[in-house]
Nanobody
């Protein structure tokens, strides 16, 4: 079983930055992919970006160039650095870990960007 705990969500002004963390614990299988998703009120959950164990990243068009995903495999932790934040980035941000055909989710952390 895998557990994911996100942290770092906060209220920030437009143009500001935040860094989210996602710590994974439990039975972590090598070769996993970690990802960040977000869900705004009244909207479906959407992909923000993913990172493979060897560091290959993929981003949604809406965040490309502003957000950066990284990971520390020794700590089983993924990070989401968010710069130039916009009010439309306001959402609950979720961490996910994909391994052996299963997806595990964290509980989410709230990011609110004020205009």
């Amino acid at each position: 079983h895998v557990q994911l705990v996100e942290s770092g969500g906060n209220l920030v002004q437009a143009g500001g930055s935040l860094r989210l963390s996602c710590a994974a614990s439990g039975t972590i299988i090598a070769g996993n992919t970690m990802g960040w998703y977000r869900q705004a009120p009244g909207k479906l959950r959407e992909l923000v970006g993913t990172i493979t164990r060897d560091g290959r990243t993929n981003y949604a068009a809406s965040v490309k160039g502003r957000f950066t995903i990284s990971r520390d495999n020794a700590k089983n932790t993924a990070y989401l650095q968010m710069n130039s934040l916009k009010p439309e980035d306001t959402a609950v941000y979720y961490c996910a870990l994909d391994t052996l055909g299963l997806r595990y989710w964290g509980q989410g952390t709230q990011v609110t960007v004020s205009s």
